[in-house]
């Protein structure tokens, strides 16, 4: 059984940072492109970052190089280090597989906020 389980979500406050990380199970972790997506209230879900599983990373242009995508392939991982957060980055945290089939995590919940 394929399968994303996120976690390292939570409420933090403006200018902060948070470690989010997504461990992959049931499928070749290595071999697959991983992506990070983000829905707000109201709003689409969006592509935050994605990486390849050479390590070659893209991220979204309003991330302004705030974000930082990685994975450890020994550990089947894949990490979002979030840093200078601000309350427009509130959101479900999403861990996606891009490579087919495509698999989705439950989301884990960020909230920035004083």
């Known amino acids: 059984q394929m399968q994303l389980v996120e976690s390292g979500g939570g409420l933090v406050q403006p200018g902060g940072s948070l470690r989010l990380s997504c461990v992959a199970s049931?499928?070749?972790?290595?071999?697959?492109?991983m992506a990070w997506y983000r829905q707000a209230p109201g709003r689409q879900r969006e592509q935050v970052s994605r990486?390849?599983?050479?390590?070659?990373?893209t991220d979204a242009a309003f991330l302004r190089g705030r974000f930082t995508i990685s994975r450890d392939n020994a550990k089947n991982t894949l990490y979002l280090q979030m840093n200078n957060l601000s309350p427009d980055d509130t959101a479900v945290y999403y861990c996606?597989?891009?490579?087919?089939?495509?698999?989705w995590g439950q989301g884990t919940q960020v909230t920035v906020s004083a």
């Open positions: 996606k597989r891009e490579s087919q089939p495509a698999v």
């Open positions: 049931g499928f070749p972790f290595s071999l697959s492109v």
């Open positions: 990486i390849t599983p050479g390590g070659v990373d």
